[in-house]
């Protein structure tokens, strides 16, 4: 269909899922594609790292890092060689609010690569030799971001954003902290965490509904049906200052950042639009063509919308040489006075939501890409339509929606800034 002078398309493979349940109760979305011999796989668990303990943050990176290093009957060495000589793909990660994997394979190899993300999720070693290695390339990896501007800063952007709140702990831990995670806390945090009550799948490629069912039962349906949580207070991003790290580099990395909306807010979409215009756009924003292009202050800058479940931010950052950090604060803080004003040319306006839409289709060129925008639309509780109604919400997205939307969220007093640098001026 035809919106104006815009072509709302739908991705067609993402608005053919459908959602099977397994005779235990394990729900996944389904995108069945016989084209190639291929299953990707994407999941998440409700918890991520704000299920870390307090005192020892990083407990669900190193997790992450630690349920492919051997299980079951496989050691580490031959774990890995089992994803090897099969060409499986597999992988887990933690983000604030979620604990995910992915797996990929070939359909020949089906058996076996579900058979062991069962044993990762399941049986999961935690061997102390590989958790000394992984602990290893964790330290290492804090130590380089310890002298690294931009890690700084988005620490320290963390901790001011939330103070005394998981969001303001540092996902991979810390130094000190590190060290004193053992196996006992893994355990526990796979426990807690990995049930069936807070899981979400989606599985994008050559199965049938029959063959899945099947595979959801034996990789999930024995997991706890519940979690046990510790409930994470909702709290709005604290902001109204600015921090300055005093760091002997050249440049001056600035991260700057607002509350922003809940996903499920119904100025979610108008924001994106918003967004976009602001500092989402590559090339056509108001940043970049403020701070870049005109004044040529920075390489890049830009600004997104991160609509974490307990505190959603509006964020941005860039680099630029430290006698024109402060004027670069100015711009950036100019532009975002100007935008609140909530007045935006139908130039870009339009050419805003050209951009959203048309390249929405490049999330959905991969089984891979198919099965994490599945999940997040899952995640997100948007309904299994979201992919047939989401260009035309963004179409129909109105200068009186960017003018309410901007007047909500762009108040430059609630700005949290954190310059990471020697700042002159």
């Not at 668990?45 to 299920?51: D, K, L, P």
């Not at 989606?202 to 063959?211: L, S």
């Not at 839409?357 to 991969?366: E, H, I, P």
């Amino acid at each position: 269909m035809t919106t104006g002078t815009l072509v709302v398309t739908a991705p067609a493979r993402a608005t053919s899922a459908r959602k099977v349940v397994s005779s235990r109760g394990v729900e996944a979305w389904l995108v069945e594609d016989h084209a190639n011999p291929l299953i990707a796989v994407q999941f998440a668990f409700t918890g991520g790292s704000s299920q870390d303990p307090q005192e020892k943050p990083g407990v669900a990176y190193l997790l992450s890092g630690m349920l492919d290093e051997g299980a079951g009957p496989y050691d580490s060495v031959a774990f890995h060689e089992k994803l090897e000589d099969l060409a499986i793909d597999m992988h887990f990660d933690a983000d604030r609010d979620y604990f995910t994997g992915s797996l990929k394979t070939l359909t020949k190899n089906r058996n076996e690569a579900f058979e062991l993300l069962r044993l990762a999720l399941r049986e999961p070693r935690l061997e102390q030799e590989a958790m000394d290695r992984v602990k290893a390339q964790i330290m290492a990896g804090l130590r380089r971001e310890a002298k690294e501007p931009n890690a700084i800063a988005r620490n320290a952007f963390s901790e001011a954003s939330f103070p005394h709140h998981p969001y303001g702990l540092p996902q991979k831990g810390t130094l000190e902290t590190v060290p004193r995670i053992g196996r006992e806390e893994l355990q526990k945090y796979r426990e807690r965490c990995f049930a069936r009550g807070g899981l979400k799948i989606a599985v994008v490629g050559d199965i049938d509904e029959a063959a899945l069912l099947e595979v959801l039962d034996h990789v999930f349906a024995d997991l706890p049906a519940r979690a046990e949580l510790t409930p994470v207070e909702d709290r709005v991003m604290k902001g109204g200052e600015q921090r300055k790290i005093e760091l002997p580099v050249p440049q001056s990395v600035i991260v700057f950042g607002l509350p922003g909306l809940a996903r499920k807010d119904k100025d979610y979409v108008p924001a994106v639009v918003m967004n976009h215009i602001l500092g989402g756009g590559s090339f056509t924003s108001r940043l970049w063509t403020e701070v870049r292009e005109k004044r040529g202050l920075a390489y890049s800058v830009y600004s997104s919308l991160s609509p974490f479940r307990h505190g959603p931010i509006l964020a941005g950052a860039t680099s630029t040489k430290n006698e024109r950090a402060f004027e670069s604060i100015a711009v950036i803080t100019g532009e975002i006075e100007a935008l609140a004003s909530g007045n935006v040319t139908a130039d870009e306006l339009d050419k805003a939501k050209k951009y959203l839409t048309g390249s929405y289709a490049l999330r959905f060129d991969t089984s891979t890409k198919i099965a994490r925008e599945l999940l997040q639309a899952q995640l997100d509780d948007l309904g299994m339509d979201y992919f047939l109604r989401r260009n035309e919400e963004i179409a129909a997205v109105a200068d009186t929606d960017i003018a309410r939307v901007s007047k909500r969220l762009l108040d430059p007093e609630r700005m949290l800034v954190v310059v990471v640098g020697q700042p002159a001026g």
